[in-house]
């Protein structure tokens, strides 16, 4: 035998040895284990037997496909995130690296909007879309976590609230604030749509579990504990606020257009006031505020 495999066989004994496994039992194991193939592997078959259309219109499954990529990156989005959140000891090096992953799949997810934009008939869509009622994008439960993932909760209050809501509100009642509320809740009686009431019933013990997860492991939480020196770093600031952009008014707005397109002066089918409610500048949903000069903060989403 030579160095090499004695010292990888040395190398699995100690591996299996930490936890009380026979190393010539694995290694017989891999005589008969079938070599690896990329359909083992990548599972095509499996990913790609996902798309189950409601309707007749073909364009039905550019609709289904293209909310499914939306989905796999918010997953490696969160992937990303996850990494920085879990890590005790970020350094500048580990942090922008992550930062720029992150910021690239969000750019990816913006550029390509045109296809839901110019991709599909509007007849076809006109047709399909009535099937949908009441589901909404709105229901991604992804999309909320990279949100509760990237900055502190008060950043993701309802903008009429903010001054009512500190680090002391339970995480129930910042739950009833949470800017997306307005999508569906008539603040007057309490009363919500069913957009929102399904939404609720699904994911709501989840979202309280990952708000408390993440209150002191987002990524604006991170970032504002590298050493000064780190965060003043024009090319991580630079980052940072492109992510936040990107996020919370490029796709916002590239999200608005296709809706607008479609949907024109007609009701969403998760019925919510979506004219009003998904410009930037009423939500003011801006991850990274100190990031952003006075003069930003005040135009934010405006001009669009
Ligand atoms: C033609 C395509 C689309 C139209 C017409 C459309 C329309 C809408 C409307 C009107 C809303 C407001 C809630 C409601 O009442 O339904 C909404 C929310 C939302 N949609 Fe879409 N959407 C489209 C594509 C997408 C895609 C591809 C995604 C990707 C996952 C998506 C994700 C979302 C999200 C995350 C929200 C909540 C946004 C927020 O709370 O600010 N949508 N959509």
Known sequence: MNTNKEELIKRLDEKYNAIGQNTDVHLEGLVHANPITYWDYIL????????????????????IMYHQINELLFKMILWEIDQVSNNENIDAAFFTEKLRRISRY???????????????????YM?????????????????????FASTELINLIDFRFRATIDR????????????????????????????????????????????EGYNSSNLW???KQLPTEIKQDAELIKAMRHYD???????????????????????????????????????????????????ELKNWGENL
Not at 44 to 54: C, F, K, N, V, W
Not at 182 to 190: E, I, L, P, V
Not at 268 to 284: E, H
Request: aromatic share 16%; net charge neutral; glycine share 6%.
């Open 245 to 295: 952009y990107t996020v919370n008014v490029t796709w916002v707005m590239a999200h608005y257009h296709a809706a607008a397109k479609y949907i024109g002066g007609g009701e969403a089918t998760g019925g919510s006031d979506w004219r009003k409610y998904m410009l930037p500048k009423y939500q003011r949903r801006i991850f990274f505020p100190e990031l952003w000069s006075e003069e």
């Open 106 to 124: 969000f750019d990816m997810l913006s550029t390509s909007f045109d296809i839901m934009g110019d991709g599909m008939e509007l007849e076809q």
């Open 168 to 211: 002391n509100t339970s995480y129930t009642h910042a739950f009833e604030h949470l800017y997306w509320q307005a999508a569906g809740k008539d603040y007057t009686t309490g009363k919500k749509n069913t957009l929102l009431v399904n939404f609720e019933k699904k994911y709501k013990q989840m979202f309280l579990d990952k708000m």
């Open 221 to 223: 939480t991170r970032f």
């Open 44 to 63: 095509p078959e499996a990913l790609l037997g996902l798309q189950i259309q409601r309707t007749t219109c073909p364009d039905e499954m550019v609709f």
């Open 127 to 147: 047709k399909f879309r009535n099937t949908l009622t009441p589901a909404s994008g709105f229901q991604s439960a992804q999309y909320r976590m990279i949100e």
